[in-house]
Each structure stands twice: as C-alpha cells, then as structure tokens.
C-alpha cells in the first residue's frame, strides 16, 4: 500500500478481514482511515508494523505508545509502537451492505 503523493492527505476505505478488533468491529465491516486525523488515547488507529499495516486501538500509558487489539482472543498481541507509525485514524465504519443506520462515526471527517 502506497501511503505517499499527493493525497496521501485523503480518506480511504479498506474492508475488515479478521475478528480481531470484535465486538466493535465485525469481520467484513469496512472502515474510513483519515491520514490526517487526530491520534489520541484509545482511537482506532491503522500502523505500519513489521512492513504491513494493521488495525488496532490506540492506548497511551505513562507517556508510552501501544497498539492492542479488542477480542479478548488476541489481547496478547499488544505491543509498543512509536507515533511515527500511525498511518491515519479510523473515522467510521459502515456494514459491508451499505446501509446507512449502520454507519458510525469515531471522529469527525
């Protein structure tokens, strides 16, 4: 994925392909990352870790930088990360059928 150029500064959409980050985010859900967006203490947050990209929740404790994942499954994967990482911030998630009631913002586009 080529974050760079000139929108990198733009919104995408990628679709959700595991059930990491359940219950909030189901498996097929597709969410809005603003590469722009404002990095605080537990938003939903996309990384480059590793040379991939993931998807987890930001958490902030004692000055240091972590990513976790919410299904309970998973929640030994949490590790450090620097701010550097952050590629942008999820800003909403829709169902992958498109329905408008089951949109959700986390943050204003």
């Not at 733009?10 to 059930?19: H, I, K, Y």
Request: aromatic share 8%.
């Amino acid at each position: 994925m080529d974050l760079g150029g000139c929108s990198s500064s733009e919104p995408f959409a990628l679709q959700v392909t595991d059930n990491s980050m359940e219950p909030e985010f189901k498996r097929g859900c597709i969410i809005v990352i603003d590469p722009a967006g404002v990095i605080e203490h537990e938003s939903y947050v996309m990384a480059e870790v590793e040379n991939g990209y993931i998807f987890r929740q930001l958490v902030i404790e004692n000055g240091q930088h972590y990513l976790q994942p919410l299904h309970e499954d998973y929640l030994h994967e949490k590790r450090e990360i620097s701010l550097d990482a952050i590629k942008g911030v999820i800003v909403q998630q829709a169902s992958p059928k498109g329905k408008r009631n089951e949109r959700k913002r986390y943050t204003a586009l």
